[in-house]
């Protein structure tokens, strides 16, 4: 039986990462990840990303993938789509094509000035038919604008999972963490609880310089929330 720690955002050769899907999926298993998600960023101009006319190239590829890791590792085919609307072509994505993913990441919702709020997010995720959700989204920082059970009820009603990323770029799982006994960590995990909303880690990896396997097993643990656990 696979182990069911999970990675679910990687980015290889074909956005910004300095590694070929295979070398992420080989030292997953090495590590004892059970599954893996490929998560590359989907025509932004913010980064090195996947043309629209690529797209099905690069979900068949990851299709071939799943085949010759079955049984090693589970491979789900993701694709990370930037919500600021200045760096992203918003209004030309190929829905069709991007339900024939396992899920989609929606990163930097209600970030910068031109971003698309978390209010306005029912205008992409209505057409999303796969899994989906929002990627190293501060939920607290929400929590703050719209009241934390508005945030919540927002995931719910746009059937949305949250991922905890456990890249050391984004503080808020470096603060989960020292403060996990805390009301408002507390409050947050029970809402989440609450309205059943999915979460999922993510090492963001770009390098295998910097993977680090053990805040990926304690975002595992963060994502079954139990304080007696980090004991």
Known sequence: MLNKIMDMHNHTTWSDGAHEAEELIENAINQGVGIIGISDHYDTIKCNS?????????????????????????????????????????????????????????EYVDYFPDSVTIKEMKEYTSKITCKKGLAHTNLFSLGEKYGLENVIKDLKDNDLFWEINVNPGYKYFDNIIVNKETTPVVELFNKLKEYDIKITVGSDTHSLRFYDIERIRVGNLLANYNPERFK
């Open 50 to 106: 996947i043309p629209a006319s690529m797209l099905k190239e690069y979900i068949q590829s990851l299709e071939e993938i799943k085949d010759k890791y079955k049984g090693k590792i589970k491979v789900l085919s993701g694709i990370e789509i930037c919500m600021n609307q200045e760096w992203c072509h918003l209004y030309n994505l190929r829905f069709d094509i991007l339900n024939r993913l396992d899920y989609v990441l929606f």
